[in-house]
């Protein structure tokens, strides 16, 4: 058995290596998000929550290097391998070769750029809140290319494939996982 990362060591390893403070809002987020995923799955909510907060480690530091240089810093860090599959996984396609295999890396890559996309709908509107945003709102932004345009939509629609969701659901709980860390992503 694996040995479990605590939130607050992926915390402070996130904080470290990202001073942007958009970027860690962006990272929990997509913890908030993974953890309502985790509920639906009956998975572990800890586990899912620590994978979307880690998935951008080595982001702003290492830009070129994304999702290669995560792995060597969570090894540095004594993470388990399942843990730093995961987070590398998130950039199938795009800057790996690491295919998303279990519930986690398959449901981390398909909502990873849809919280991006919802956070820029949700400062839209006049309560710049995630809390009154509506899937049909998050929608039309979807489909409007200019909008929020580096979001990668074919990302978003081959990871709803992946985990055989349609995007109106994977939209709709997305949206209620950042919900519950509203406060803390100032949305």
């Known amino acids: 058995m694996e040995e479990k990362i605590d939130r607050e ?15 860690r809002k962006h990272g929990l987020a997509v913890e908030g998000a993974m953890r ?16 979307g907060l880690l998935h951008d480690i080595d982001y702003e530091m290492y830009p070129d290097q994304h999702c290669v240089k995560s792995q060597e810093i969570m090894r540095e860090e004594n993470f388990p391998e399942s843990y730093i599959r995961a987070v590398a996984s998130h ?75 349609e995007l109106d659901k994977v939209i709709e709980n997305t949206i209620l996982g950042m919900r519950d860390v509203a406060e803390s992503i100032g949305l």
Request: with cysteine; net charge positive; proline share 2%.
């Open 91 to 165: 950039g199938y396609n795009i800057v790996v070769d690491i295919k998303p295999e279990s519930n986690a890396e398959k449901v981390l890559y398909t909502i990873d750029e849809l919280t991006g996309l919802i956070s820029a709908a949700a400062l839209m509107r006049p309560s710049k809140s995630v809390m009154d945003l509506e899937v049909k709102s998050v929608k039309k932004k979807f489909k409007t290319k200019g909008f929020a345009a580096g979001v990668d939509r074919d990302v978003i629609l081959n990871g709803c494939k992946m985990i055989d969701m």
């Open 36 to 51: 309502h995923f985790a509920k639906l799955y009956g998975e572990d909510e800890k586990l899912w929550g620590v994978i």
């Open 9 to 23: 060591k992926a915390w402070d390893l996130l904080c470290k290596y990202n001073k942007s403070d958009a970027l």
